[in-house]
């Protein structure tokens, strides 16, 4: 047995009908890190063996009925863990380690979940690459040679090559559904304020939000199902009901009577990003479209002209928000000095510093602030026809490591298709739509806020068309 | 496999900016970021060409629409809670001390920031 092969879904069913236990379960994914984790840089700390066993045979005597009862998780190394070192990736907290669990990782402990350890990041989550590490770059799961896609990048790789079942990662401009994307993953982007972000690292708080990585929607749904709600200690969780994700994941019987908005601008390829996506990709995304068509969707194009905006909006509001976030930084009650800061976490706070000073305020920060409104008018009026839209995540595959680093701007324009959603707070999964060579792509549904039971419905559908997730790294 | 390069000077609005040296050190200042004389000229080209690509978004018309300013987006205004003291999530003392680099019976040692006079 290798983990690899399982989902939850399949490991749960098993460890119910005692054909496995959480403690091989465990064993098979240190197994992996040991195997994996120095090639591919994944984990910055991994929980010891005993006390992972000790948590094991606890699920073993009380039993699997808690939802993910036995499960191994990976948690991006922004989510505070009580006792376990937290860096954000980055060298000005190499040695911090908080007094307390952040809300998600409290529910994930309470819903079974065994936490084994921490993912390398873009520190600060500052990267769509996996790149601006302090600690070094991850690669990807199915080419080592190639980016793993950031910023929460470690968190996919460790869902990829076994050495845990599910993952968490934040989104603030695209940082699970890229990550995801690259290796072969459903990566999820909720709603603004579905899931509570106290306790983890703040990057941009008006667009932060908490997301997960798994090999399938079922495993999605049933992540979200547990860490979904009201936290009192996060003032912008929202107060809308959580619905029966998995309930909803049976809810269509096909496709008929969904209409699947296609933006132009999301679509043209041509040989320079700023036309479009490259078209290595073209291929994949019409056919990942068809197999919608397939199903009974209906295709109608809309008009989303601000997308380019989008972007730049993004690139001040994001950074503004950082300088103003990372203040907080000051090497007295914890952690190092601001000398400490790697490369891409000062030019993001200048950035903000600059936008946000005297003399260039409403230049840059307000205008972005309007813009972000007309950005939110466009996809709210995009809804009245459709029911989501569809997507590339990324307008290119993976990278080689190192061949884009010293490029910030190009980096930057590569987010153009994940911003919008973070502009208007809205939800998204990234779904795998096959390869190109070896490396992994992916394509996006966008839904309306609070509309996670909406899209898990429609991605059980394609997925089941497509099965994507059966194909592995090769290793 | 080749990637695609953006084109900067098309992703360029009118708007061009060109930070000077004396920009770069003051943003630094205002940042509180150390900042090495060697490194002020990468900053000058990389800050300057990120805030040209930005700056486009002033040709973007929304003239004629008042637009309110988004800072939130799913509508929540004014969350309060009870002003109680809620002990659940209150750290020890030594909880609190523990990352710290130094510390003085319960307190943080910080550098000294004032002069002896």
């Known amino acids: ?475 | 496999m080749k990637r695609i390069r953006y084109n900067l000077y098309t992703m360029t609005g009118n708007t061009s900016v060109t930070l000077s040296e004396k920009d770069v050190k003051k943003i630094a200042t205002l940042a509180k970021l150390p900042l090495e004389e060697k490194d002020i000229p990468l900053y000058i080209l990389q800050l300057s060409s990120i805030l040209s690509f930005v700056s486009k978004l002033q040709d973007v018309k929304s003239d004629g629409i008042s637009l309110r300013s988004t800072s939130q987006v799913t509508g929540l205004t004014n969350v309060f809670r009870e002003d109680i003291i809620d002990t659940s999530r209150m750290l020890s003392q030594e909880e609190v001390l523990s990352n710290a680099h130094a510390a003085h019976e319960g307190f943080i040692l910080v550098p000294q920031i004032l002069a002896k006079e």
């Open chain 1, 1 to 475: 047995m290798n983990i690899r092969e399982l989902t939850i879904e399949t490991a749960l069913k098993r460890m119910r009908a005692g054909a496995l236990s959480a403690t091989e379960l465990i064993l098979s994914a240190l197994e992996n890190i040991e195997k994996y984790n120095k090639i591919y840089n994944v984990l910055l700390t991994v929980v010891d063996k005993e006390s992972l066993l000790g948590e094991a045979k606890k699920i073993e005597t009380s039993g699997y009925d808690k939802p993910l009862a036995g499960i191994p998780i990976v948690l991006k190394d922004l989510f505070s863990t009580k006792g376990i070192r937290t860096t954000a990736g980055s060298k000005v907290l190499k040695s911090y380690v908080p007094s307390y669990d952040a809300t998600v990782v409290k529910k994930l402990r309470e819903a079974g979940a065994i936490v084994i350890g921490k993912a390398n990041q873009d520190a600060f989550a500052h990267g769509s690459t996996g790149e601006n590490s302090d600690f070094g770059s991850t690669s990807s799961a199915y080419d080592v040679k190639y980016v793993a896609g950031g910023s929460s990048s470690g968190s996919a790789v460790a869902v990829a090559l076994g050495m845990c079942l599910a993952s968490t990662g934040t989104d603030t401009g695209g940082s699970v559904r890229v990550p995801a994307s690259f290796n072969n993953l459903v990566g999820l982007k909720p709603t603004y304020g579905r899931v509570s972000r106290y306790g983890i690292i703040a990057m941009a708080s008006s667009l932060d939000s908490v997301g997960h990585m798994t090999k399938t929607v079922y495993d999605n749904a049933l992540l979200l199902s547990v860490t979904a709600g009201i936290d009192p200690y996060d003032a912008t969780t929202g107060l809308q009901r959580v619905p029966d994700y998995l309930a909803s994941l049976s809810s269509l019987k096909s496709l008929k009577g969904i209409t699947i908005g296609v933006s132009p601008e999301y679509l043209v390829v041509g040989k320079k990003v700023t036309d479009g996506m490259n078209p290595i990709l073209e291929k994949q995304t019409e056919e990942a479209l068809a197999v919608f068509t397939s199903l009974g969707a209906t295709i109608k194009e809309i008009d989303l002209p601000h997308t380019k905006d989008a972007l730049e909006t993004y690139y001040v509001l994001c950074p503004s928000e950082v300088s103003s976030n990372l203040g907080r930084y000051d090497g007295i009650r914890y952690g190092k000095g601001r000398d400490a800061f790697g490369l891409e976490a000062r030019r993001r706070i200048m950035i903000g510093t600059y936008a946000l000073s005297a003399g260039y305020y409403d230049a840059y920060y307000t205008t972005a602030q309007k813009v972000r409104s007309i950005v939110c008018q466009e996809f709210e009026k995009a809804f009245e026809s459709v029911d989501i839209v569809f997507a590339p995540v990324s307008p290119s595959p993976s990278s080689i490591v190192g061949e884009l680093v010293d490029d910030p701007m190009s980096l930057y324009l590569s987010d153009i298709y994940t911003v919008p959603v973070n502009l208007a707070g809205l939800a998204a999964l990234s779904l795998p739509a096959g390869f190109v060579g070896n490396l992994p792509v992916g394509i996006q549904i966008i839904g309306k806020q609070w509309s996670e039971d909406r899209l898990y419905a429609i991605a059980s559908s394609y997925e089941k068309k497509t099965e994507w997730y059966k194909k592995g790294p090769i290793l």
